[in-house]
């Protein structure tokens, strides 16, 4: 019995732990009232249904929640994210446009599906702009020594002034068939976008496990000032994390532009700053730092978007959505309370207590 | 047998486990009113977790305590004050930058008009710290005054808003000079007279048997004993707490001067003109192979600064610092790392513990720092690392894999040690190692500080305990007022540092 508890005890603080409890209530609920929730398909030879939806859906959210965990982990954050989105998404269109490097404009030019740029270079382009942004951050964090929220937010506002100025102020339609792969394609019956997030959690978790980088970053954000001590470099660490968020955020640009067909500077990753930073704190890092789990704000991302899809599933309108998304923070947020795991704990070990007395 | 009526509080059979650890065994503990009851015992001994459990930090697993006659079960910190259970922690917990008075009442605000009624806000405080007999200007900030006065601005504030009956005091001397703590004693017989229990726990037992009555002794979680001060001889309450002879100190001092000491011209590191403005002036240190230098001087006096200096934590402006013939160009934590001198910080908790990582990720931080990003220890050489150190340094842990933070203060201590011995350093600083640890980790250090010097490194001590600087020092630098006072062999009479460290000399 006593054994018992201990593995209980082990398993509840286990970080995935709160995380996966949540998902499996969403699909439970899901199970019991959505008939058919789980219910996939093959249609065109890939697999349809509500939970391919959700992966697809949440890829770019997911990869925003693996740099961001990182920067949270420093102990910073990045409210950048969506505006870097816009940037990336921008920089693709631009690069597509058909009539790029044409004196003679016409509607036929724009809408081929055609380009004269090559994909790998839209890409890499895609790429290096979000990272750049990324390592802007970085410097004003780590350079600067402005306070991350404050020098994040500089590039909240301005990210989006500056995708417009990349399209020239238009919403640009994406007309180029082969760029579309990255957010509506499917490699054996699965979207490309999940293939890519596998493949950038791979990176990322590589990166921080199989490297110091993880540790150091931890190191950082539980106590700077010993980590100065020791040697570690806290500005390199914060400019590392900060450039990878931003290349993270320029792939989900990458990804969100492919799926909607478009950039939009006021419109692509709106709003994925905060549910990013909801994604990281849902799968139990720390606001103020310290030890992180890139998959548990992986699993945070699907929380997020496998709620959004319930919600719609269940008819509640787009404009009341925010709403039910208040209730799951506020949920969680509750969960994690000092309050709620003292609760817990005084429980676990009072019945381990009585059972003692009992012997 | 004492009168049961004169007793206060009756601790029974208290136990309490953490994962691992036993932390209290059927610990038993009784004070009287007016009465000063030292609590001491190493590291670990159980000190912190009893006061814990009295306070309401903790719950204990088993056992009563009995306050004025009665079954209590102490909720919360703040359930313990309301009953008449008043802490004063080491770190004074108060607010520096607001004024004296403020502290004081802080949370009590006597009221006017809605607003704060400052002239009797202030009136009050000044009536408590009367009481203390502590004359200070209350509407000054706090952080004006001397640590010793913030601790009396902590105790008058317990005493203030909780009319306490008991009054437990974590280490209250430890950064107090002599007459400081003098001072404090003074205050605590006068809460005594007024019946005041008081439960004093320190590592100095010099302070112990100046100021209390009776003694409780801790070792490992168990009850050693509570014994009548007066009747306990020093030599056996050492014995009782460390459960073994001290031998090895004698033997200590004397290996030290029985050794030869190679003397060599040339120097491991050598500083000519290093200093900082604003910070130390321009000073000279040589440092050999095999040797420990100890640096004495009062607090403020420039040791830590001395020691930032070196290790490249501050900038120098002036002078040049040279190791094995090589000129050091950039000053930085890293760059000494590579450079082979390791830094053990004076502030444990701030600069060195890393608390919510693993003993295992903490000892081998400045190895992997010096490595870099990409040169990972392998998680089994991380582990083989560690318990090397853990068994060379006697760490007491069930596991490696334990977070630093669920361990005591000289543990901590002995990981941050680890932490720097695991790069091989040639020059290893020592900035307070052994403050707020216990007899027997202080020896364990001490010992650990000559075997390094025996095998060739140089050490540099620092310590604001002048017995041992002298101890185990082949040469001493005495500081004063940010300046290098003079520089003594290892044999030097302590009557001569204290006049260089006073200024007489």
Known sequence: ?359 | MTDTNDLILTVKDISKTFPGVNALEHVDFSLKRGEIHALVGENGAGKSTLIKILTGVEYPDTGSIELDGKIMEVKSPQHAQEIGISTVYQEVNLCTNISVAENIMLGHEPRRFGGIDWKRLNAFANLALQRLSVDIDVTQPLGNYSVAIQQMVAIARSLEIASAKILILDEPTSSLDVAEANRLFSLMQKLKGEGIGIIFITHFLDQVYQISDRITVLRNGKLVGTFITASLPRMELIAKMLGRSITDLDEMSKAKFSREQKESKKYSLEARGLGRSGSLEPFDLQLHASEVVGIAGLLGSGRTEMANLIFGIDTPDTGTLTLNDRQVEHFSPLESLKNGIALCPEDRKAEGIVGDLTIRENIILALQARYGWFKFLSTQKQYEIAAKYIQILGISTPSPDQLVKNLSGGNQQKVILARWLATNPQVLILDEPTKGIDVGAKAEIQKLMLDLAEEGKSCVFISSELEEVLRTSHRIIVLRDRKKAAEYPGDVDDHTIIQTMAGNL
């Open chain 1, 1 to 359: 019995m006593k054994n018992n508890t201990a593995l209980l005890k082990r398993i509840r603080e286990n970080r995935l732990f709160w995380p996966l409890i949540a998902l499996a209530l969403i699909l439970v609920t899901d199970a019991i009232f959505v008939p058919g929730f789980f219910k996939i398909g093959i249609l065109d030879g890939h697999l349809y249904g509500n939970m391919i939806d959700v992966l697809n859906n949440s890829a770019p959210l997911m990869l925003v929640a693996i740099g961001m965990t990182l920067v949270i982990a420093t102990g910073g954050v990045d409210l950048s994210v969506g505006a870097v989105i816009a940037i990336s998404a921008a920089m693709g269109a631009v690069l597509i446009n058909p009539a790029l490097g044409n004196k003679l404009i016409s509607n036929e030019i724009l809408t081929k599906d055609a380009t004269n740029t090559p994909l790998v270079l839209i890409v890499l382009a895609d790429l290096a702009a979000g990272t750049l942004c990324g390592l802007w951050n970085g410097f004003l964090v780590s350079r600067g020594k402005i306070q991350p929220m404050v020098a994040t937010l500089i590039l909240m506002v301005a990210g989006r002034g500056i995708a417009q100025l990349i399209t020239n102020g238009q919403i640009m339609t994406i007309y180029y068939t082969p760029y579309f792969f990255f957010g509506n394609g499917f490699i054996f019956g699965l979207p490309v976008s999940i293939y890519i997030v596998a493949l950038v959690f791979l990176f990322a978790w590589i990166l921080v496990r199989k490297t110091s980088i993880g540790l150091f970053i931890e190191t950082v954000g539980i106590n700077a000032k010993s980590a100065y001590y020791s040697g570690i470099s806290e500005k390199n660490i914060k400019l590392f994390v900060y450039t990878f968020c931003g290349f993270c955020a320029a792939i989900a640009g990458l990804i969100l532009s492919s799926y909607v067909h478009s950039a939009d500077g006021n419109n692509n990753g709106l709003n994925y700053e905060m549910d990013a930073i909801l994604a990281v704190v849902i799968g139990g890092t720390l606001m103020s730092g310290g030890r992180f789990s890139l998959l548990s704000s992986v699993v945070g991302a699907l929380i997020i978007w496998t709620f959004t899809i319930t919600m719609y599933t269940f008819g509640v309108p787009a404009n009341a959505l925010l709403a039910g998304r208040a209730v799951l923070v506020l949920v969680v947020i509750l969960l994690y309370s000092d309050y709620t795991q003292n609760f817990l704990n005084k429980f676990t070990d009072r019945k381990k207590v009585r059972h003692d007395a009992t012997n």
